[in-house]
């Protein structure tokens, strides 16, 4: 086993500790928690690794690292999440490789999104990204959709031909009334996950959690919990 390979090992066990033990804590079972490695500035030769230790979520924020590195790891079976804020002109590129785009926010990259999606002749999953530190109809400083958006959002995603409406997205946001309070900012999305079901009743996936809160996320009852350092430690930027 090369030097990189066992770091990674390692670290994917303490991670893989933490969240069963926020599973047991919060009554529930490991298996409903999708462990997504967040392999952004990390190489392709990473998620090679990551693969071979049985990992087969990952994310990445920025097309430019993300399409050349799922193009190399293109025999892998993985399921590839893009979790940044997505530019229309993007978008193409972007259908290309994820299978998920977690960070759906607004009317025009839906359409963007549903006419690459019938070219490439892909469907792609999307969850709506919610910004908590925004207005009820407003936006985020890091993306994302106020509260109020979620509904209109849905249904249009719900009726774009080549895209699947898959549930919420959100970060712990740093300002506004949730500011410091992961728990209650993740039990708020669970809320707001309640309400979309109910028009949309299998966009179940709850996307929220990262190395520093994913055991806050779990107790609230997060599906999918999005952990990079914690995996793949601080490494410099490529390029």
């Known amino acids: 086993m090369t030097d990189r390979k066992a770091q990674l090992a390692a670290n994917l066990a303490q991670v893989e500790d933490r969240i069963a033990s926020a599973c047991v804590a919060a009554g529930r079972e490991r298996e409903e928690v999708t462990l997504i490695v967040v392999t952004?500035?990390?190489?392709?030769?990473?998620?090679?690794?990551?693969?071979?230790?049985?990992?087969?979520?990952?994310?990445?924020?920025?097309?430019?690292?993300?399409?050349?590195?799922?193009?190399?790891?293109?025999?892998?079976?993985?399921?590839?999440?893009?979790?940044?804020?997505?530019?229309?002109?993007?978008?193409?590129?972007?259908?290309?490789?994820?299978?998920?785009?977690?960070?759906?926010d607004r009317s025009k990259l839906v359409t963007?999104?549903?006419?690459?999606?019938?070219r490439a002749e892909r469907e792609v999953g999307c969850l709506i990204q919610v910004a908590l530190d925004?207005?009820?109809?407003?936006?985020?400083?890091?993306?994302?959709?106020?509260?109020?958006?979620?509904?209109?959002?849905?249904?249009?995603?719900?009726?774009a031909p080549g895209l699947r409406i898959d549930g919420l997205m959100?970060?712990?946001?740093?300002?506004?009334?949730?500011?410091?309070?992961?728990?209650?900012?993740?039990?708020?999305?669970?809320?707001?996950?309640?309400?979309?079901?109910?028009?949309h009743p299998a966009a179940n996936m709850v996307s929220a959690g990262m190395s520093a809160d994913l055991e806050e996320a779990v107790a609230a009852g997060a599906t999918h919990v999005r952990v990079g350092t914690a995996v793949l430690g601080v490494r410099p930027r490529l390029g």
């Not at 963007?112 to 019938?118: D, F, G, Q």
């Not at 740093?174 to 669970?190: D, I, K, N, V, W």
């Open 40 to 104: 952004k500035t990390y190489p392709a030769s990473d998620v090679r690794i990551l693969s071979e230790l049985g990992v087969r979520d990952v994310a990445e924020n920025r097309d430019q690292d993300a399409a050349p590195k799922a193009a190399e790891c293109a025999d892998l079976p993985l399921r590839w999440h893009f979790v940044g804020q997505l530019q229309t002109n993007k978008v193409r590129s972007v259908v290309g490789y994820a299978d998920l785009v977690q960070s759906v």
């Open 170 to 199: 959100t970060v712990a946001p740093l300002t506004g009334p949730y500011a410091g309070r992961q728990r209650a900012a993740f039990e708020r999305l669970m809320d707001l996950s309640t309400d979309l079901r109910r028009a």
């Open 134 to 159: 925004a207005e009820e109809n407003g936006r985020g400083e890091r993306g994302g959709v106020g509260p109020g958006g979620i509904e209109e959002l849905g249904a249009l995603v719900a009726d």
């Open 112 to 118: 963007s999104l549903s006419a690459a999606a019938v």
